[in-house]
């Protein structure tokens, strides 16, 4: 199993000129050989954001930073590259080595994320950014209109938001402990560049974390709470 198929062109959109772009794009490390995906991989991540960052640009000219850091990094995380890779049935096209495969390779997320974004930059050289963009908006046209939707780990979310917008990462503090030990109330504050700290209680110290960095993410106006 593994390799070029006209299948898996057709199912791209695309004819490769040069098909040895594909087969480098679908090429496991732990095949033989150094034409792998590796180097690939690492251009198709950046093409990938580029054709995020103008598509969010364009979907959504309301967005401030914020919200459009957290769209982004949640399109493209390997997770979203994924699961791509799994519509396109992606893992029997790569060519691995036997150890790997008897492993579970082909449906390994990592393996599977990173093979998608080695595909996106094969696309890339083989096409130009237009055929590039033309994939991307294609097969995440599922993925972006929920790509707002804040995960129910606050503190996860905070964290995203604060790199997308390329600020430190939010830092935490014990401001207090209260009550008996059979119940104890934490309170903890959550501080992040250029916003004034907030504080929160919950009934351990990690409940307050996530108390807070929810409140500031309601601050920011990127909470929704689970109807």
């Given at each position: 199993?593994?390799?070029v198929s006209p299948e898996l062109?057709?199912?791209?959109?695309?004819?490769?000129?040069?098909?040895?772009?594909?087969?480098?794009?679908?090429?496991?490390?732990?095949?033989?050989?150094?034409?792998?995906?590796?180097?690939?991989?690492?251009?198709?991540?950046?093409?990938?954001?580029?054709?995020?960052?103008?598509?969010?640009?364009?979907?959504?000219?309301?967005?401030?930073?914020?919200?459009?850091?957290?769209?982004?990094?949640?399109?493209?995380?390997?997770?979203?590259?994924?699961?791509v890779a799994e519509r396109l049935?992606?893992?029997?096209h790569i060519v691995m080595g036997?150890?790997?495969?008897?492993?579970?390779?082909?449906?390994?997320?990592?393996?599977?994320?990173?093979?998608?974004?080695?595909?996106?930059?094969?696309?890339?050289?083989?096409?130009?950014?237009?055929?590039?963009?033309?994939?991307?908006?294609?097969?995440?046209?599922?993925?972006?209109?929920?790509?707002?939707?804040?995960?129910?780990?606050?503190?996860?979310?905070?964290?995203?938001?604060?790199?997308?917008?390329?600020?430190?990462?939010?830092?935490?503090?014990?401001?207090?402990?209260?009550?008996?030990?059979?119940?104890?109330?934490?309170?903890?504050?959550?501080?992040?560049?250029?916003?004034?700290?907030?504080?929160?209680?919950?009934?351990?110290?990690?409940?307050?974390?996530?108390?807070?960095?929810?409140?500031?993410?309601?601050?920011?106006?990127?909470?929704?709470?689970?109807?």
């Amino acid at each position: 199993m593994g390799g070029v198929s006209p299948e898996l062109q057709t199912r791209l959109g695309h004819r490769f000129a040069d098909e040895s772009l594909l087969r480098r794009a679908l090429t496991h490390p732990s095949a033989e050989g150094s034409n792998n995906y590796q180097r690939f991989e690492f251009l198709g991540d950046r093409v990938l954001g580029l054709a995020i960052a103008k598509w969010l640009l364009e979907t959504f000219p309301q967005a401030d930073e914020g919200e459009l850091a957290v769209r982004y990094n949640a399109l493209v995380r390997k997770e979203a590259c994924a699961e791509v890779a799994e519509r396109l049935d992606l893992g029997r096209h790569i060519v691995m080595g036997g150890g790997e495969e008897k492993a579970g390779g082909r449906r390994k997320a990592a393996i599977l994320g990173d093979a998608c974004e080695a595909l996106i930059a094969a696309l890339y050289l083989d096409g130009g950014h237009e055929v590039a963009e033309r994939f991307v908006r294609t097969e995440w046209s599922a993925l972006i209109e929920r790509s707002g939707k804040v995960p129910q780990d606050a503190k996860t979310a905070l964290q995203e938001w604060a790199q997308g917008a390329g600020r430190p990462v939010p830092k935490y503090a014990l401001a207090g402990r209260t009550g008996p030990d059979h119940a104890p109330e934490f309170t903890v504050s959550v501080e992040v560049e250029g916003q004034a700290a907030l504080k929160a209680t919950g009934a351990s110290k990690r409940q307050a974390e996530q108390a807070a960095a929810r409140a500031m993410l309601e601050k920011l106006g990127l909470w929704q709470d689970e109807d």
